[in-house]
């Protein structure tokens, strides 16, 4: 009898730790694909209308020149720019251990190369990453009362920065960079997966 009944327990904590498993993978696997859903939506979604500010999410920079992938958000900052979206661009991003120069500077100097009055361009060269970039992004905001922003970046990267910003309470637009093809920036599902695991991670910190 004993031993029966240490059976049947052995096999119900086998169900509940099987059950738990699939639950929790279940849960997993519905939660990643709602982020990829909205990860796409804004992926494709060029909201660009008139605002106070463009913002141009850092990129690689080369010894002072754009990587493809950051000259192909200037451009497409620059086309914004032209067509009267806004009176400002801020250039994005510091410098990695070493270089000479940050990725905002070389925003800026790119910008400038092209047109842009060095006026009307703000440089940021401190911040190391999405969420320190973000965060630099509300800072310069508040402090020069800007209230709705565009924000340029990589299609994969906007919900993310969409949803950090306004987590902050700006008015957030999102404008897709240009597909720039033959660049070292791994693949669109590499680049959705490290958003997917970024975006929840984020979250997480967030309770």
Request: hydrophobic share 45%; aromatic share 10%.
């Amino acid at each position: 009898m004993e031993r029966l009944r240490g059976n049947w327990f052995a096999s119900m904590m086998r169900f509940m730790v099987l059950y738990l498993l699939v639950v929790a993978l279940l849960g997993a696997a519905s939660w990643s694909i709602w982020v990829y859903l909205q990860i796409e939506r804004f992926a494709y979604e060029d909201e660009a209308a008139a605002a106070d500010v463009i913002c141009v999410f850092g990129a690689a920079e080369y010894a002072g020149r754009p990587s493809p992938v950051l000259r192909a958000r200037l451009d497409h900052a620059l086309a914004l720019y032209e067509h009267g979206i806004a009176p400002v661009v801020l250039t994005l991003g510091g410098s990695a251990p070493g270089d000479q120069f940050s990725e905002g500077q070389v925003g800026q100097a790119y910008l400038m190369a092209n047109g842009v009055p060095e006026k009307a361009i703000i440089a940021e060269t401190q911040s190391r990453n999405t969420e320190e970039q973000a965060r630099r992004i509300v800072a310069i905001a508040r402090t020069n009362g800007y209230k709705r922003i565009v924000i340029v970046s990589d299609p994969a990267h906007l919900f993310r920065v969409r949803e950090i910003c306004a987590r902050a309470g700006m008015q957030v637009l999102t404008s897709p960079r240009s597909q720039v093809s033959a660049v070292g920036s791994g693949s669109e599902w590499q680049q959705i997966g490290h958003e997917i695991v970024a975006y929840t991670l984020w979250r997480a910190h967030l309770h």
